[in-house]
């Protein structure tokens, strides 16, 4: 028999704080995957099967995804388990509650059995999840851009294929005559379009310029100013994206375009 010091040096080291708590990005990419293995195999028990933990583990997973997204996915009951699409928890300006559900492939009301629920319904979900999952991205990596941090300029609004990235006037970012110098609107649009590409990126890719042309098509003149990138295609290795910005005076909501731009964008490896 060994000795308790003998046992103490075969026993397997205890797992990292890195591996007990893997970093949040793996978190959710479980949480996607497990919501995907239950659609496919019908019940939470037969995903806990195939993946040898237990059903609550897999239950735990699914409502920890639709706190994030703020969607209820599934109904549970002891007898069947259906998808359901709901909206978004309600804000300000969203659509009421009494307006009427989007319906699922063959004109299925959501909140079907999962044999009846058409691909449409689960790839929506799917893609609600990816959205989601990606503005996360796109949000970290722009915080992390000291240049926009410098230039005063904020994250908008991100979609599938479109990005909008606004800023402020500032006298530091102006030309010698006094409207705001071409550098900082390219940047902001060069940024609007480069996120816009990464939204339509392969799982595990970032990009990179590899090329832009602008056209600047008046003075910089307005308090603030709004870049506007979207995707024309999006290749395996390359994506073009279109890219405008928009110029606006204090609280008027009309505004004059002071600069396109055309650029391609490469897909790289994380």
Known sequence: MCSSASAAHLRPPAPSAALAHPPPHMDR?????????VVSRGSLSAAAQAEGVAPAVIGRRIDALEERLGVKLMVRTTRRLSLTIERPHRRS?????????????GGAAWGCPFHSLGVTGTTRLLFLAKMQNTEDRIRASFVAQGLMTTIGAK???????EVQISMPFSKSLSQQQGFVHAGAITSIVDSACGYAALTKAPAGFEVVTAEFKVNLLRPAIGTRFVAIGKVQNAGKLLTVCTGEVRAFKDNDESFKVVAIMQATFVNVSA
């Open 29 to 37: 990419l479980k949480q996607l995957e497990t919501f995907a293995a």
């Open 93 to 105: 300006g969203s659509p009421s509650a009494h307006e009427e559900k989007p319906r699922g492939a």
């Open 155 to 161: 994250l908008d609004r991100v979609a599938d294929g």
